[in-house]
């Protein structure tokens, strides 16, 4: 945690100019999003392949609510993250049910239903050709400029590590490990499972409705392959690479990932080839994900 | 009224019959290895795009179908050897993102080298429609129907009364009693890598001519054939094909009387419901789960 503030601190010092700002600003939100998703698939042990449809649509209530309605943008965040709490909240008993493949299958088709809507409806959201997103403000003050968004993201991220931190130190992370290991055997010795899981999924869905809004407001516009199958596939990735059940691994998989298309539009034409051979190898070598794995490098050595 | 009707049975069960061969491959492999392929859809599109290619490079078609399915079967045993088999037992999310990154990378190649047009292949036969009840079947379904008929019946021909098609059924239920009656597990969970590549690589080929055929034809085909899989319980060979001309059946009564703009998502609505009263699918083994 120390760590993180101080690199969140130090940063800008080695930041040249606005570009790495971006990239930087990028990095952190997805971290924020992948922190809450990592409670749900590390932790709980629950597939999801469908996160990036609450994400979206926190994205779409911002720019709908501030851009349709003139909202101010914090209500408008706000009255996203409780309509994706009440979704996810009913959603989260009967798919919570399911197991395995069934559950990814269907947390899968929950994300493409909302990408297809968005796509569709586009008298609301404009489309497959998306739509733009007013500046966040508060109080009237207009955030703008990378710097200031860097600091809001390093607040925000910070304060994303701190409520996980805190869950997974909590009687209901306990449970949720319990889960993880035995699912049976957590019910025998008295945890009321399907409460925790439906807990920790809400948790989740909220947090990626939040940074939806963030980066909506932040990237000015947004466009339904927000909540493509891909991007979820991209998110769930960030876990894994990092590290499931590592808390800040989430945040190395968010590094790493948001890079990674940086640095690999040097093989023109070739940038699939390179994700995909970068996806297979690492989840065959590091199938515990990179942070978890040097870890156990270093604790040996 | 009955020749509409007739119209969206008829695009219906040939739609239906392309999932009920992916989600045969998807059911193969799941019982084999206990893994969801999610490159399934890109033996889809490899048997596709590799006849169209070689056709407009001058091979004659039954010979570039025949490459086309060679090749399709091969990239299966490499996926087999150089990304299944290594990963080992890990956990059901690592093997989802290798065999996704696998499908990605599949895709990037196919990108690369021949671009992201769309390739439309001939007809096998003609393209007059049949009248038939007043609606029309273009002469190429009758094709996909054929075709996925007679691979229902070789398959169960196979799994039935072949000695190997047992040894597969043997070590789905439980590999280690396979091994120990002299089974060679790893030889099967080759073989139905490259079984249900054939499958996908046929089914691309067969549906090529009605659907235009592109590097990314594969992901829609694969989620769908991975709904159809599930819709008759994961590793349930009947399951598959009912569950994919089911899946076919909906989709287009759907789109054909509420809304064309939803057909796409009209799967997925399905299975969600579906999974929310039978969390194991229509005809899925009901497992109690062993602590």
């Known amino acids: ?301 | 009224m009955l020749s509409q009707f007739l119209q969206f049975l008829f695009s219906g069960i040939t739609n239906g019959s392309i999932y009920a061969l992916a989600a045969l491959g998807f059911s193969i492999i799941y019982n084999a290895s206990g893994v969801i392929n999610f490159a399934q859809g890109e033996f889809i599109m490899l048997g596709g795009m590799g006849t169209v290619i070689m056709v407009a490079a001058g091979v004659p078609l039954p010979l570039a179908i025949l490459i086309a399915v060679l090749v399709t079967a091969l990239v299966g045993m490499a996926l087999e050897k150089f990304a299944v088999e290594p990963a080992g037992n890990a956990e059901v999310v690592t093997l989802i993102i290798i065999t996704i990154g696998a499908s990605i990378f599949i895709q990037g190649v196919v990108q690369a080298v021949f671009g992201k047009g769309q390739h439309a292949l001939k007809p096998f036969s003609g393209d007059t429609p049949i009248n038939i009840g007043g609606a029309t079947i273009l002469p190429q379904s009758l094709w996909v129907l054929g075709v996925t008929a007679v691979i229902v019946v070789l398959l169960w021909w196979f799994f039935n009364r072949t000695l190997l098609g047992k040894a597969m059924l043997a070590t789905a239920h439980n590999p280690l009693a396979a091994r120990l009656v002299g089974i060679n597990t790893r030889f099967i969970l080759l073989l139905s890598f490259v079984l249900s590549a054939v499958l996908g690589a046929i089914a691309g080929i067969i549906v090529a001519p009605i659907t235009l055929t592109s590097y990314d034809v594969g992901i829609m085909l694969g989620l769908k054939g991975f709904v159809a899989a599930t819709l008759g319980g994961l590793g349930n060979g009947l399951g598959a094909v009912v569950g994919g001309l089911l899946l076919g059946l909906t989709e287009a009564m759907a789109a054909g009387y509420l809304s064309s703009q939803y057909k796409d998502a009209v799967p997925f609505v399905l299975i969600i419901l579906v999974l929310f009263f039978m969390p194991r699918g229509l005809f899925g083994a009901r497992v109690t789960e062993r602590v």
Not at chain 1, 166 to 172: C, L, R, T
Not at chain 1, 258 to 283: C, D, K, R, Y
Not at chain 1, 286 to 300: E, F, H, I, N, Q
Request: glycine share 12%.
């Open chain 1, 1 to 301: 945690m120390l760590v993180t503030a101080a690199v969140i601190l130090a940063l800008p010092l080695f930041l040249p100019n606005p570009f790495y700002y971006d990239v930087v600003i990028r990095i952190g939100m997805n971290a924020i999003m992948v922190v809450g998703l990592n409670l749900l698939i590390g932790y709980a042990g629950q597939i999801s392949l469908g996160h990036a449809g609450f994400l979206a649509l926190g994205a779409y209530a911002s720019g709908i609510l501030t851009g349709r309605y003139g909202w101010p943008p914090i209500a408008a965040m706000a009255a996203g993250m409780a309509g994706v709490g009440i979704l996810a909240y009913v959603l989260a008993r009967p798919i919570l049910k399911l197991k395995g493949h069934y559950l990814a299958m269907a947390t899968l088709g929950m994300g493409i239903i909302i990408f297809i809507v968005l796509t569709q409806e586009s008298q609301w959201t404009g489309g497959p050709d998306g739509m733009s997103v007013p500046a966040f403000s508060l109080l009237g003050r207009e955030l703008s400029g990378e710097k200031n968004w860097y600091w809001v993201t390093g607040a925000l991220l910070m304060l994303a590590l701190w409520l996980a931190l805190n869950v997974i130190d909590s009687p209901v992370g306990r449970a949720l490990r319990a889960l993880h290991g035995s699912e049976v055997a957590a019910q025998v010795a008295g945890v009321d499972t399907s409460h925790f899981k439906v807990l920790v999924f809400v948790l989740s869905a909220v947090i990626a409705s939040a940074t939806g809004s963030l980066m909506a407001h932040y990237i000015g516009f947004i466009t339904p392959t927000v909540s493509s199958f891909f991007h979820s596939i991209e998110l769930v990735t960030m876990v894994v690479v990092g590290g499931m059940a590592s808390i800040f691994g989430s945040v190395v998989g968010a590094a790493i990932l948001t890079m990674l298309p940086q640095l690999l539009s040097g093989f023109e034409g070739f940038e699939l080839v390179a994700f995909g051979a970068i996806l297979m190898l690492t989840m065959i070598f590091m199938p515990r994900g990179l942070v978890p794995t040097l870890a156990a490098k270093l604790r040996r050595a």
